[in-house]
Each structure stands twice: as C-alpha cells, then as structure tokens.
C-alpha cells in the first residue's frame, strides 16, 4: 500500500524552527524525486521544495529560500524540511509527494503565530 506520512508540524512564535519528516512506503522512494508542497487556507496547493534522488540538487519558493532546507534519507525512506526563521505567512498544511505524484497524505499542520 502507498503512503505517505508527515509529521513535525505545531505552532511556533516568528523566528522559530520546525523540522517535518516525510515517511514513505509502498513505493522506491529512492528512485523519485521528492517535493514538499504547502497549502494555507483559501489558497492553492503550491511546491515549497524538492530533491533530486540523490540529494545532490535542491529547488526552493523564492519566499523560503535561505530559510529552509531539503534533505533526504533513503535508507529510511524519510524525506525532511528544516524550516527556520518561520514567519505567520508560512502558516499551512504541508505535504510530502514524489514527482509525479500520488495520492496525498493528509500532511501536517505548520501555524506560525503573529
């Protein structure tokens, strides 16, 4: 069975740190690239990150760029997002999918208060 498990979200006051992990299983992780997305309410769905399958190449949103990181570990098919410097506009749900994309798990919670 395909998944797709995140984890990490919470509230944390501006300038905080989160880091989410991505948990995949069903598939070879290790073969896709790998992308978190983020979606705030009234908006859409939009990339925030990805990583090529080897880690060696990374795209970031231009508004979190040198705040978050992209990382990845195959041998325990986990996908992680270092999010520093959090901001209340980066309040969202966050989810993990490779490229192309499955199913959506049902990601994480990130509020950032103001």
């Known amino acids: 069975q395909i998944q797709l498990v995140e984890s990490g979200g919470g509230l944390v006051q501006p300038g905080g740190s989160l880091r989410l992990s991505c948990v995949a299983s069903?598939?070879?992780?290790?073969?896709?690239?790998m992308s978190w997305y983020r979606q705030a309410p009234g908006k859409e769905r939009e990339m925030v990150a990805l990583i090529t399958t080897t880690g060696d190449s990374t795209n970031f949103l231009n508004s979190v760029k040198g705040r978050f990181t992209i990382s990845r570990d195959n041998a325990k098919n986990t996908i992680y997002l270092q999010m520093n410097s959090l901001q209340p506009e980066d309040t969202a749900i966050y989810y993990c999918?490779?490229?192309?994309?499955?199913?959506w798990g049902q990601g994480t919670q990130v509020t950032g208060s103001a």
């Open positions: 069903g598939f070879t992780s290790k073969s896709y690239t």
């Open positions: 999918n490779r490229i192309p994309t499955l199913a």
